[in-house]
Nanobody
Framework: QVQLVESGGGLVQAGGSLRLSCAASGRTFSSGAMGWFRQAPGKEREFVAT????????YYADSVKGRFTISRDNAKNTMYLQMHSLKPEDTAVYYC?????????????????WGQGTQVTVSS
């Protein structure tokens, strides 16, 4: 497994921006795809974005497409989620996740390592 630590969450007004980071340690960071998920109170954890091991391929949930950008810096063992035009419905705990395969996935069950989460709150 790989150890993951998220940071960068906080309180922001609607229309604002935040950048989340996910620092990884443990197995070779560049050897696996990664993803971001989020969980709002009373709701299931849902897929947000995912990126291949090389960073060349990404995929987004329809709800964030065009507003969020996922990226990774394998030299720094860090993944990012740049969030723009934030909406109150983006309020959630955001989790980063890692999997062994080089290919991205939208399925929670495909990931074997998870961070502890970082809170994002968007006020209206």
């Amino acid at each position: 497994q790989v150890q993951l630590v998220e940071s960068g969450g906080g309180l922001v007004q609607a229309g604002g921006s935040l950048r989340l980071s996910c620092a990884a340690s443990g197995r070779t960071f560049s050897s696996g795809a990664m993803g971001w998920f989020r969980q709002a109170p009373g709701k299931e954890r849902e897929f947000v974005a995912t990126i291949s091991s090389s960073g060349s391929s990404t995929y987004y949930a329809d709800s964030v497409k065009g507003r969020f950008t996922i990226s990774r810096d394998n030299a720094k063992n860090t993944m990012y989620l740049q969030m723009h035009s934030l909406k109150p419905e983006d309020t959630a705990v955001y989790y980063c996740a890692a999997r062994r395969s080089n290919y991205w996935s939208v399925k929670r069950s495909d990931y074997d390592s998870w961070g502890q989460g970082t809170q994002v709150t968007v006020s209206s």
